[in-house]
T-cell receptor, first 114, second 109 residues
Framework: DTAVSQTPKYLVTQMGNDKSIKCEQN?????MYWYKQDSKKFLKIMFS???????INETVPNRFSPKSPDKAHLNLHINSLELGDSAVYFC?????????????FGSGTRLTVV | GEDVEQSLFLSVREGDSSVINCTYT??????LYWYKQEPGAGLQLLTY?????DMKQDQRLTVLLNKKDKHLSLRIADTQTGDSAIYFC?????????FGAGTRLAVHP
């Protein structure tokens, strides 16, 4: 069983389109995250949700809108895609924000905007 | 501010030890982590250390923590070609992980 699963794994789309990435975790964690990894492999937090409530929004453009319908899901919708949005997006989950076991990451969604 | 720094590249011969270094800024971090990312893959938690520990050993991995200098290191003994990957140091911030830029480890015969 996959602990944190993201779909799709690859996404190629044109500038200006709207797209969504889905994330689900079956670990019973109460906190979920979106991270962005740029072309230089630098990883940065975008959003954090705890029990469906937004707790971190790291100055991400409002074209990015996370939605958490329940504790096990955190989806990422992106409007009006730009070339600079091309990156690998990782979903993650954890227990109560941090802990000895760290965070469990999904395998990533590679978004390419052309 | 939040900043985790790592050297970007390390090349070692198969069978040698690898040491990857990291410095962090937040002295209140409860845990410090090492993650491994293989090409095209996600992030795998390798090991972690609690902030009141100086050292942690887990098979071929040894983590050293110097809280005074805010320095963390990961030593991989008997490095194998399968250890080739990017290694990320991370500190636990408020409800998030703060990552370094990653160290690309290349293992050659």
């Amino acid at each position: 069983d996959t602990a944190v699963s993201q779909t799709p794994k690859y996404l190629v789309t044109q500038m200006g389109n709207d797209k969504s990435i889905k994330c689900e975790q079956n670990l019973g964690h109460d906190t979920m995250y979106w991270y962005k990894q740029d072309s230089k492999k630098f990883l940065k937090i975008m959003f954090s949700y705890n029990n469906k409530e937004l707790i971190i929004n790291e100055t991400v453009p409002n074209r990015f809108s996370p939605k958490s319908p329940d504790k096990a899901h955190l989806n990422l919708h992106i409007n009006s895609l730009e070339l600079g949005d091309s990156a690998v997006y990782f979903c993650a989950s954890s227990r109560q924000g941090q802990g000895a076991y760290g965070y469990t990451f999904g395998s990533g969604t590679r978004l390419t905007v052309v | 501010g939040e900043d985790v720094e790592q050297s970007l590249f390390l090349s070692v011969r198969e069978g040698d030890s690898s040491v990857i270094n990291c410095t962090y800024t937040d002295s209140s971090s409860t845990y410090l982590y090492w993650y491994k990312q293989e090409p095209g893959a996600g992030l795998q938690l390798l090991t972690y250390i609690f902030s009141n520990m100086d050292m942690k050993q887990d098979q071929r991995l040894t983590v050293l923590l110097n809280k005074k200098d805010k320095h963390l290191s990961l030593r991989i003994a008997d490095t194998q070609t399968g250890d080739s990957a990017i290694y990320f140091c991370a500190e636990s911030g408020y409800n998030k992980l703060i990552f370094g830029a990653g160290t690309r480890l290349a293992v050659h015969p």
